[in-house]
């Protein structure tokens, strides 16, 4: 009868995908390359008194390990070449860690951690560190908590699924943002959730003149410092082919007034 017959598309609705490994034990090794491109990173952090001890260095692997068993079904990032992973995602989130510790760093908030970079690297190398991973995304966000009862980070990283804008204000010592938004409009979002004091730690490369000027102009109005542009390090740059790529930092040394951020669709309208 006809009544039988399934509705167009209805069998691809009720297709169940294979579910994704979240056990460590069932994921590929890392290959040759992958330690050949982070072993001089890592070596280059050391040298700058970020040392990254045996615990770390397997959380590290366990998440690039899930995120390319991910990735084909999830996009969770273009870079899916392992050395490249460790030089453009690694390194680069590493790269921050000095600049991080120059100031409080007891809670990190990671807005858009899609891939989880940089704020699972960090955590993993910042033991006293508490870090919320922020991304709105359900499956990215699916992806984050796999990757956090992976790693073994469960006890200090949590994952929440929402829009930064819906998080309760004045909490965060540092908010952490990689690529993820113009200069501006970050500080816009991250301001307001700064404690007194903390900081906006934004990884940018590149010309950077006409987004540190609107990022100024916003902070003007949302009680931030002028924006403070921190290359990487020699070091880490020569290690893995860095070069240009460093974080902005923007402190928050007054009170954001309310009515901030302002929504998305008000952002894109009246931009800084």
Do not use: C
């Not at 190398?125 to 990757?147: C, G, M, N, Q, Y």
């Amino acid at each position: 009868m006809a009544a039988d017959r399934p509705k167009p598309g209805e069998g691809r609705l009720n297709h169940q995908r294979e579910p994704l490994p979240t056990r460590v034990d069932d994921l590929p090794s890392l290959p040759i390359v992958y330690m050949a491109a982070l072993d001089p990173a890592v070596a280059a952090l050391a040298s700058l008194g970020v040392a990254i001890d045996g615990a770390a260095r397997d959380a590290i692997d366990v998440h690039v390990r899930l995120l390319l068993a991910w990735n084909a079904a999830i996009n969770l990032t273009a870079i899916t070449d392992p050395a490249a992973i460790a030089r453009l995602h690694i390194a680069d989130s590493l790269g921050a860690v000095p600049v991080i510790r120059g100031g409080p760093h007891a809670t990190l908030l990671d807005l858009g951690s899609g891939g989880g970079f940089p704020g699972i690297p960090i955590a993993a190398v910042l033991p006293a560190t508490r870090v919320t991973l922020v991304d709105s995304i359900r499956k990215k966000a699916a992806f984050l908590e796999a990757a956090v009862l992976a790693t073994g980070l469960a006890g200090r990283v949590s994952v929440v699924s929402v829009r930064a804008e819906t998080l309760g204000p004045g909490y965060w010592d540092v908010v952490l943002a990689r690529a993820v938004g113009a200069l501006a409009d970050l500080v816009e979002v991250a301001l307001p959730l700064l404690a007194p004091g903390g900081r906006l730690v934004a990884w940018k490369r590149g010309e950077l003149t006409a987004e540190l000027a609107a990022a100024g102009r916003a902070g003007r109005v949302l009680g931030g410092s002028a924006p403070a542009w921190h290359p990487h390090p020699d070091e880490l740059v020569r290690a893995a082919d860095l070069a240009g790529h460093g974080v902005v930092v923007v402190r928050k040394v007054a009170a954001s007034p309310p009515g901030y951020p302002r929504d998305r669709a008000a952002r894109i309208r009246l931009p800084w």
